[in-house]
Structures are given as C-alpha cells and as structure tokens.
C-alpha cells in the first residue's frame, strides 16, 4: 500500500521560509516521478515542483528562484525548500507520486499560510 505523509506546514510571515517534507512508503522512491502541488482556496490544484527519477526538476513559473525540490533516496523522502514566501503561496500542498505504470498516488496534504 502506498502512502505520502506530507509535514512541514505551517503559518509563516510574507518573506519567510518553510520546508515541506513527504515520506513515501509503499513505492520505489527512485521509480517514481515525485512532484509537490498545491490548491489554494476557491482555486484549481496546480502544479509547483516536480522531481523525475532521470534528476530533471521543474517548476511553476510562479514560485521559480524561490522554490526547490530535493530528494533524499535513502530516506524515501521529498523536500520543498521554500523561500521568499508570499501570501499568494498560501494554499494546501499535496505530494504527488506517479510511478512508471500510470500509478498515481496523493498524500493528505499540509496547510501553508503566508500573513501579509
């Protein structure tokens, strides 16, 4: 069974810092596509982070330069470093896991809140 625990929320002031964490189980960690979303309120969820298992990451326009995924293999665990947060980055944040056979895989989620 597979299972994404996200941690790592939490309210911030505009201009500060968090680090998401995701621990997987159930899954080849370095099988996987590993990506971070997120859904704000009254919004659709959207893309923010994703990790490939080739090493390729990509990011949303929107949180570029400030953002980073990292994985940690040996630990079956994903980061989101983010910096430079805005109240626009206030939203839930979900880890996403999508493997090489169409499996796709959410965690519950974890709630960032950015105050002006």
């Known amino acids: 069974q597979v299972q994404l625990v996200e941690s790592g929320g939490g309210l911030v002031q505009a201009g500060g810092s968090l680090r998401l964490s995701c621990a997987a189980s159930?899954?080849?960690?370095?099988?996987?596509?590993m990506a971070w979303y997120r859904q704000a309120p009254g919004k659709q969820r959207e893309l923010v982070a994703s990790?490939?298992?080739?090493?390729?990451?990509n990011y949303a326009y929107s949180v570029n330069d400030r953002f980073t995924i990292s994985s940690d293999n040996a630990k079956n665990t994903v980061y989101l470093q983010m910096n430079s947060l805005k109240p626009e980055d206030t939203a839930v944040y979900y880890c996403?896991?999508?493997?090489?056979?169409?499996?796709?895989?959410w965690g519950k989620g974890t709630l960032v809140t950015v105050s002006s």
């Open positions: 996403n896991a999508d493997d090489k056979i169409g499996g796709r895989y």
């Open positions: 159930g899954i080849i960690f370095s099988d996987n596509t």
């Open positions: 990790s490939t298992s080739g090493g390729s990451r």
